[in-house]
């Protein structure tokens, strides 16, 4: 790894602004993380969520602004490159063509792998600890049309962790997801923030997972407005009522603070 990579933010977005058929969703956004660091972005439906995740993963234009992945442009990146640095789950998996489970997961080593390169053993070995990570270890052979809707999303994420970036963009990788992989999830992601200082940006529904996982929150009005910092700040009964347009009460007990709708 160069200088530059581990000494520059691994996202750093400035001014930016990003606009839907002519609406502006967010402007001015200026945000950066670092490895180790985790943000979750919290909205109502059509706030913006997905687009800006996608702005920040380099895939569509900003209106205004600029982006930069490891201290670069993504037009400084060649597209291979830019993917071993950073990794994005989107909402929806297609599924064209039969595959196995392993075989889906090692679609995550493509950038690291020569035009003609076939995965070697080192390959399978590393999306092996990927689906043991997300509870499918014993379902390499299992053909993925016949995965429920949660074993589907946990190979996504595994196919995510197999492509080992440094940057994760998380589109709501808890849907279909039960309460106990929900937090088994959130709980991986905490481990590696801290054993492979990977940054992670995560889509999340939840305000109370998001305040007890992610240490920063970023909120999206959906009128351009936006709020961003650590979460124990921006993460209040007030700015949350106001975000999602219904009151909240803030409890407190041994486990924290948590939020409950009024």
């Not at 299992?142 to 970036?165: D, F, K, N, W, Y």
Request: net charge neutral; with cysteine.
């Amino acid at each position: 790894m160069t200088s530059t990579l581990s000494t520059s933010p691994l996202l750093a977005a400035h001014q930016l602004d990003v606009a839907v058929s002519g609406k502006t969703l967010v402007r001015g956004l200026d945000l950066t993380l670092r490895g180790g660091e985790t943000l979750a972005i919290l909205g109502r439906n059509g706030s913006g969520k997905t687009t800006l995740l996608h702005t920040l993963a380099g895939l569509r234009p900003a209106s205004a602004g600029t982006v930069k992945l490891c201290g670069r442009p993504y037009a400084e990146h060649a597209p291979r490159a830019a993917a071993g640095l950073r990794g994005l789950l989107a909402q929806t998996q297609s599924d064209a063509f039969p595959a196995s489970v392993l075989e889906t997961a090692l679609i995550g080593r493509h950038p690291h792998l020569g035009r003609w390169a076939w995965e070697g053993a080192a390959d399978e070995r590393i999306a092996g600890e990927a689906l043991a990570a997300t509870g499918l270890a014993g379902l390499e052979q299992r053909e993925v049309h016949t995965l429920s809707g949660g074993e589907r999303q946990r190979l996504a994420i595994a196919t995510l962790l197999t492509q080992q970036p440094q940057l994760y963009l998380l589109d709501e990788p808890l849907a279909h997801l039960d309460l106990s992989h929900q937090i088994a999830m959130l709980e991986l992601v905490q481990r590696y923030t801290g054993d492979c200082r990977a940054g992670f940006v995560i889509v999340l529904h939840d305000m109370n997972l998001a305040l007890r996982y992610c240490r920063r929150a970023l909120l999206l009005f959906g009128d351009g407005r936006w709020r961003e910092g650590p979460s124990e700040e921006v993460l209040t009964a007030e700015s949350l009522g106001e975000l999602y347009g219904h009151p909240l009460r803030e409890l407190r007990d041994g486990a924290g603070r948590y939020f409950l709708a009024a």
